[in-house]
């Protein structure tokens, strides 16, 4: 199945540390991505992972991958008001032109 | 240039209307591709054209017709459509991995 489930949102202060949650069922997931969406506009791509690794960092972006429970998770350290968006994870099954599965979508809100 | 632009960024129209929407890239990707996105969702796949030649076409109604004049064009004819097709459609672009996604265009049918 392609069901991808994000939990709905998330609410920090400014300053902390932020973790989004994304599970999945398709276990032939190969490159599995987060993005990014604020208000209206459309989506920004912000880190992406092979399924053969099991974390990837990027400044402020921290990304671990249990393949075996199927679970994707990104980290935001020091989370500042601009990073209040929607995230999306995503996933496609194979390099080359695959469609890219989406997650339901985690709105976050930092408060300063 | 590492941009999708899609053209217009907002579109009301008519239910008897036919009108297109643009998208570009000069990344020299080989993919492009529409997505539909209604409003707290996530986007969904439409179309996707590799190497200018349609490769997917996810069940999408007649009344959108993708076109890919060439390697850095992309349009979406629109005709017909209902109340219901109201929402923010993207085109994205790819070339092996991570997707390079539009601003996209607020469509909004009356």
């Known amino acids: 199945g392609e069901d991808v489930e994000q939990s709905l949102f998330l609410s920090v202060r400014e300053g902390d540390s932020s973790v989004i949650n994304c599970t999945y069922t398709?276990?032939?997931?190969?490159?599995l991505y987060w993005y990014k969406q604020e208000p209206g506009a459309g989506l920004q791509l912000l880190t992406y992972?092979?399924?053969?690794?099991d974390m990837k960092q990027d400044q402020r972006l921290t990304v671990l991958l249990n393949k075996k429970d199927k679970h994707l998770s990104l980290r935001i350290a020091d989370t500042q008001t601009g990073d209040s968006a929607i995230y999306f994870c995503?996933?496609?099954?194979?390099?080359?032109?695959?469609?890219?599965?989406f997650g339901t979508g985690t709105r976050l809100l930092v408060s300063p | 240039d590492t941009e999708v632009t899609q053209t217009p960024k907002h579109l009301v129209m008519g239910m008897t209307n036919k009108k297109s929407l643009k998208c570009e890239q000069h990344?020299?990707?080989?993919?492009m591709y529409w997505y539909k996105q209604k409003a707290k969702k996530p986007p969904e796949l439409m179309f996707v054209?590799?190497?200018?030649?349609?490769?997917i076409n996810e069940s999408v109604p007649s009344r959108f017709s993708p076109e890919c004049p060439n390697s850095s064009l992309l349009n979406l004819h629109l005709h017909a459509l209902q109340p219901e097709d109201s929402a923010l459609y993207l085109c994205?672009?790819?070339?092996?991995?991570?997707?390079?996604f539009g601003s996209g265009t607020r469509l909004t049918v009356v």
């Open positions: 994205a672009s790819s070339q092996d991995t991570g997707y390079t």
């Open positions: 398709d276990s032939s997931s190969t490159y």
């Open positions: 992972i092979f399924s053969n690794m």
């Open positions: 995503a996933y496609q099954r194979d390099t080359g032109f695959q469609k890219l599965v």
């Open positions: 990344m020299g990707h080989r993919a």
């Open positions: 054209y590799s190497y200018e030649k349609l490769s």
